[in-house]
């Protein structure tokens, strides 16, 4: 059974500060994805990570997968408050000729203070 | 990228009644997704609805307290059956686009009285 382990659960930083979230996976997965959600809303797609050593960044973010360690590192770069939510990564075990099954990690809850 | 709608977007129901959630997106899709994501939690996959055959649930979640139809490309509905307190939660479908992208609807807010 595929487990997401997201580290950490909890998350208080002062802005301008870094820090990075880890998101570790217990089994063999080409597809790792990134998502943000506000407080009562849905899901809003950051990354989408689908090869060993992908990086990608989008303004104060930055997401990286290695693959053999089976870990991915969402890096926060001097923090503001609007990157204040809750960030969760996922993990598509799917494979073979299908995908879309995602597995989710149990979400990191940023507040961002000034 | 897909524009997902769901409806309702919220409702309060009585105990041993039922709610049908519906979602519509803009666009064809193989593969549709419903989840469900209780209060202060992550989401957990409930179901895969592919047109045109029945869908595949996961494990903890049945047919007959979850039923889904996918009557096309663009739509699909989750049911869900003889509500209790325990099935409030917020309800997600998601789509997959371009063979990667997977895109989340608003959700419905489910609470049961």
């Known amino acids: 059974e595929l487990k997401v382990e997201q580290n950490p659960l909890f998350l208080s930083m002062q802005e301008g500060k870094n820090y990075t979230i880890y998101c570790n996976y217990s089994?063999?997965?080409?597809?790792l994805y990134w998502y943000r959600q506000d407080p009562g809303k849905s899901l809003e797609s950051l990354f989408v990570?689908?090869?060993?050593?992908a990086v990608k960044q989008e303004g104060r973010l930055m997401a990286s997968l290695d693959t053999k360690a089976r870990l991915s590192t969402l890096h926060i770069t001097a923090a503001v408050h609007d990157l204040s939510a809750t960030y969760f990564c996922a993990v598509d075990s799917t494979g073979g000729t299908s995908y879309g099954k995602l597995t989710f990690g149990q979400g990191t809850i940023l507040t961002v203070h000034p | 990228s897909a524009v997902i709608s769901q409806k309702p977007s919220r409702d309060i129901c009585q105990r041993g009644t039922s709610l049908t959630i519906q979602c519509q997106v803009d666009s064809q899709v193989t593969m549709m997704f419903w989840y469900r994501q209780q209060p202060g939690q992550s989401l957990t996959l409930i179901a895969t609805a592919n047109q045109g055959s029945e869908a595949t649930y996961e494990s903890g979640f049945v047919i007959d307290k979850f039923p889904i139809s996918r009557p096309n490309l663009t739509f699909s509905t989750l049911t869900v059956s003889n509500l209790s307190p325990e099935d409030s939660s917020i309800y997600l479908c998601s789509v997959e686009e371009a063979g990667w992208e997977q895109f989340f609807g608003p959700g419905t807010r489910l609470t049961v009285l």
């Open positions: 990570l689908l090869s060993n050593g």
């Open positions: 089994t063999t997965s080409d597809r």
